[in-house]
């Protein structure tokens, strides 16, 4: 059976960003980046749960799950490396003051994932002895995971909140809300664009996707993944320039 | 000095394995999407890998029961949540072993309790509509203050009011969102896909491991 290469514009552009890149990692080590919100953030919400008294809420939502089979679905899957290392940095500030952090998943391996993350965070943090696995919750839907934030948010008067993975943009504002009336702090990273809109709204601090993404490799010693995530500003740089260059030509009407 | 170099390549490998075999496993299954016909090793691999998800739901749904009974057992607080959850989960596994998934009680049960749920989601998102977002929303900054107030643009143009104020609002909201939304978004997805092949280009230098 004879085999044929199709998608080929596809195959080239992946192929090339993933050549610059694996340059870059070389080239770029060394190189020193912006601070990511999110991730800073996350850490005073720990601080805010230790002075409160009170647990902090970590809500992983959707990550992980592969919706659709289809790659706006599949971008879940990026964030799960990312959202666990955050995991970890908080479970190791709140090992250190004594803040209990409650998950939420809706993905089972993610919720198995989870318990590792954070048993060894409490560990780092000098206090194993903290890691509660009640405290990791499976949800088998997205309406289970609102309810139960809700009533988590309620019992406990969560006093501060990371919400980074996905939320249905509709749901997570209940979510929010329940926060805003206990007057938590929130500290947000959606997947995707529609449900950022509600964040922007709502939350104290806020990232996009591709920052989320980047989190695990901004938390990292190493330097290698910093040099990589430096090199994504080259693609960047040239996608923009591409699209300028496309605007004035149209505009100027050479292409049409 | 050769040997120990060996040695540590070789425990870099074991030590990454199921990195490096995820990382084969995808590219096989990428295949998928660059050849025709489909390659047979890949829909495999990917019918495979894709019908192995229920299994840890089962491991995290025992885990679940357990966390319960121990709250049951401990008298924890959240009690009546734990009975609750517990006969529905005992009494739902009967139901399954004794007529199967098509059981007609089994599905009557399973639809109507997540339409419980369901409506009561749907609810507070309706509400939501109106009384959360009023209090939530905090122009705390230029930028959201300007966020609102293309909130409001985009109720007005979707809505007959604009149209009645004055009809520009209309057409200057579908400019809004058919040019500005629009580019946004295709930056959104670009960047979010850098991302993506930044992260697996991290996973091939061995650099993302899932690994606390």
Request: proline share 5%.
């Amino acid at each position: 059976m004879g085999y044929q290469l199709v998608n080929m514009d596809i195959l080239v552009v992946l192929v090339g960003c993933f050549i610059l890149l694996w340059i870059c990692a070389y080239v770029l080590r060394g190189v020193k980046l912006r601070t990511i919100p999110t991730v800073e953030a996350s850490l005073e919400a720990v601080r805010v749960c230790a002075e409160k008294g009170t647990p902090l809420l970590f809500d992983s939502g959707w990550t992980g799950a592969n919706f659709w089979g289809h790659s706006t679905g599949l971008t879940t899957l990026c964030f799960v490396p990312s959202t666990l290392e955050l995991l970890k940095a908080i479970t190791t500030d709140a090992g250190r003051l004594g803040v209990r952090v409650i998950t939420g998943t809706t993905e089972s391996v993610y919720a198995l994932m989870s318990k590792d993350y954070m048993q060894a965070g409490f560990t780092i943090g000098g206090h194993p002895e903290m890691f509660n696995p009640d405290d990791i919750n499976f949800y088998p839907d997205n309406t289970a995971l609102i309810l139960n934030d809700i009533e988590y948010i309620r019992r406990y008067h969560i006093g501060a909140a990371v919400m980074v993975g996905g939320h249905n943009q509709t749901s997570n504002v209940v979510i929010y809300e329940a926060l805003a009336t206990e007057g938590a702090m929130l500290v947000a990273g959606e997947i995707w664009d529609n449900d950022n809109s509600m964040a922007v709204l709502c939350a104290d601090y806020l990232s996009f996707a591709e920052e989320n993404i980047a989190i695990a490799a901004y938390l990292s010693p190493d330097p290698v993944p910093k040099a990589v995530l430096a090199g994504e500003d080259f693609i960047k740089a040239f996608l923009i320039g591409y699209v300028l260059l496309g605007g004035v030509l149209y505009a100027a009407g050479v292409l049409k | 000095m050769q040997q120990e170099t060996g040695q540590s390549r070789t425990s870099e490998i074991l030590g990454n394995l199921p990195t490096i075999l995820g990382l084969i496993g995808m590219v096989i299954i990428t295949s998928l999407y660059f050849m025709e016909p489909p390659w047979p090793p890949a829909s495999m691999l990917r019918n495979a890998t894709t019908l192995s998800l229920p299994w840890p739901v089962i491991v995290v749904s025992l885990l679940l029961i357990r966390k319960n009974i121990k709250n049951l057992t401990i008298g924890g607080s959240g009690m009546l949540y734990s009975v609750i959850l517990l006969a529905g989960a005992i009494g739902m596994i009967l139901l399954y072993f004794v007529n199967g998934i098509g059981d007609a009680t089994l599905s009557g049960l399973y639809n109507n309790i997540t339409i419980v749920g369901e409506m009561a989601v749907t609810s507070a998102i309706a509400i939501s509509v109106f009384s959360p977002i009023i209090r939530v929303y905090r122009a705390k900054t230029w930028t959201m203050a300007f966020l609102i107030g293309l909130s409001i643009l985009a109720f007005m143009t979707y809505t007959p009011i604009g149209q009645m104020l004055w009809p520009p609002i209309p057409v200057l909201g579908d400019w809004i969102q058919s040019y500005i939304s629009g580019a946004s978004d295709s930056a959104f997805w670009c960047s979010t896909y850098i991302g993506a092949v930044a992260l697996i280009v991290r996973m091939t230098l061995l650099k993302e491991k899932l690994r606390p």
